[in-house]
């Protein structure tokens, strides 16, 4: 069993950066494509960041792309989204996922381990 779990969230003002981090427990993290899916109030789950085991490649919603970035480390058994220029509709809860599959058009499948989320508020 994988267990994830994320932190870095809080609250900013517009413009401004956080970095979320998302730990895995577990030998086989480094096998895994990993995402990050955001929920605000009243909407669905969606999709915003993924990467390869590798960190080779990776894939963003356009909402987001120049803005964030998704990155891992391995070693460390983690992966990061740093988030830059934040809009007051990035207001969400964020959810690392883990053991997607992804293809090479870059739609991401999520994978069967959720972390418990971390909130992050954008203020105006």
């Known amino acids: 069993q994988v267990q994830l779990v994320e932190s870095g969230g809080g609250l900013v003002q517009a413009g401004g950066s956080l970095r979320l981090s998302c730990v895995a427990s577990?030998?086989?993290?480094?096998?895994?494509?990993m995402g990050w899916f955001r929920q605000a109030p009243g909407k669905e789950r969606e999709f915003v960041a993924a990467?390869?085991?590798?960190?080779?490649?990776?894939y963003y919603v356009d909402s987001v792309k120049g803005r964030f970035t998704i990155s891992r480390d391995n070693a460390k058994n983690t992966a990061y989204l740093q988030m830059n220029s934040l809009k007051p509709e990035d207001t969400a809860v964020y959810y690392c996922?883990?053991?997607?599959?992804?293809?090479?058009?870059?739609?991401?499948?999520?994978?069967?381990?959720w972390g418990q989320g971390t909130q992050v508020t954008v203020s105006s």
């Open positions: 996922n883990g053991n997607g599959a992804l293809d090479r058009s870059g739609m991401y499948g999520a994978g069967p381990y």
């Open positions: 577990g030998r086989t993290f480094s096998s895994y494509v």
């Open positions: 990467i390869t085991w590798s960190g080779y490649r990776a």
